[in-house]
């Protein structure tokens, strides 16, 4: 599925419905959101999306997540591939490109530093 054939929206409620904090703040979890989009409507409506379904709560500044424990595996769900990529975070070139598998697509390339931050491993 390319760039243009993914939904920002389910992938963004995807990475929300996986992170593994207790909590972040608002700032951080768009932080996270803006790897998949950095327009800031589409990045509102992927919390309100996230918080209608259930999938976070948001209160006093604060998103929580509610996955109990749904969290990205670096085996089965994170894909390593050689070649020529440019970080999705922070805009480094990377000659190994580290993609996360959602069911609503592909998220990345990220550096080996990046895809931890972005999965809140770090």
Do not use: K, W
Request: charged fraction near 30%.
């Amino acid at each position: 599925m390319s760039d243009d054939e993914r939904d920002p929206v389910a992938l963004g409620v995807e990475l929300l419905a996986h992170l593994e904090h207790e909590s972040l703040s608002v700032a951080e979890a768009i932080d996270r959101i803006e790897t998949v989009t950095t327009n800031p409507a589409v990045q509102r409506e992927i919390l309100d999306t996230a918080a209608m379904r259930g999938v976070i709560d948001r209160e006093d500044g604060l998103v929580r997540p509610r996955s109990g424990g749904s969290y990205v595996s670096f085996e089965a769900d994170v894909v390593v591939r050689e070649g020529e990529f440019s970080c999705e975070r922070c805009g480094a070139s990377l000659s190994t490109g580290h993609f996360v598998q959602f069911d609503g697509g592909e998220l990345g390339p990220f550096g080996s530093t990046c895809i931890r931050n972005v999965l809140g491993r770090e």
